[in-house]
T-cell receptor, first 114, second 111 residues
Framework: DGGITQSPKYLFRKEGQNVTLSCEQN?????MYWYRQDPGQGLRLIYY???????QKGDIAEGYSVSREKKESFPLTVTSAQKNPTAFYLC?????????????FGEGSRLTVL | SQQGEEDPQALSIQEGENATMNCSYK?????LQWYRQNSGRGLVHLIL?????REKHSGRLRVTLDTSKKSSSLLITASRAADTASYFC???????????FGSGTQLTVLP
């Protein structure tokens, strides 16, 4: 079945460590997105990519980095510069040809800093 | 910048009752979407309504859009315990294909 796979589902990090969250999609979508969700709140956009080898900062990009070397993959690195990284991270994708603008989401990765 | 606000923040009803959630936004849009999120899971798209539509139905869901008031509502009829989830409105923002999400309504349907 087509969809978006995020891994790991749960991740623990010590302060000062970088961690990378994986996001893979087999929907043949051009656009991919990373959102952060804090408890009881909505989603905030971290980074997005409209096409391979190109990406743009969202509203809260500081302390995060991404790459888009393949259409299927959009990994997110949470760096030690991110002061409050404990959160639920959601990856999403969107088709861009003849499309309504609907986002397809993965199941999320929960990061906890110890 | 575009931002969605939803109310109520939380809603608790009995099974069989209807649930209504509201979303307000700031700038003109060409569509508005509603998503559902079960606890600890990803979001799932429910329905999209375009700016030239006033009402749209999908199963037990009814969405309305009032562009003059910059508001939308989601009605879930004959609710079930399985409808317990958070519901978010989302709307396009910026020049690229981005969506901005509202703050969400936490719906609890009691059996």
């Amino acid at each position: 079945d087509g969809g978006i796979t995020q891994s790991p589902k749960y991740l623990f990090r010590k302060e000062g460590q970088n961690v990378t969250l994986s996001c893979e999609q087999n929907l043949n979508h051009d656009a991919m997105y990373w959102y952060r969700q804090d408890p009881g709140q909505g989603l905030r956009l971290i980074y997005y990519s409209q096409i391979v080898n190109d990406f743009q900062k969202g509203d809260i990009a500081e302390g995060y980095s991404v790459s888009r070397e393949k259409k299927e993959s959009f990994p997110l690195t949470v760096t030690s510069a991110q002061k409050n990284p404990t959160a639920f991270y959601l990856c999403a994708s969107m088709g861009t040809s003849g499309h309504t603008g609907e986002l397809f989401f993965g199941e999320g990765s929960r990061l906890t800093v110890l | 910048s575009q931002q969605g606000e939803e109310d109520p923040q939380a809603l608790s009803i009995q099974e069989g009752e209807n649930a209504t959630m509201n979303c307000s936004y700031k700038t003109s849009i060409n569509n508005l979407q509603w998503y559902r999120q079960n606890s600890g899971r990803g979001l799932v798209h429910l329905i999209l309504i375009r700016s030239n539509e006033r009402e749209k139905h999908s199963g037990r869901l009814r969405v309305t859009l009032d562009t003059s008031k910059k508001s939308s509502s989601l009605l879930i009829t004959a609710s079930r315990a399985a409808d317990t989830a958070s519901y978010f409105c989302a709307m396009p923002s910026g020049s690229a294909r981005q969506l901005t999400f509202g703050s969400g309504t936490q719906l609890t349907v009691l059996p």
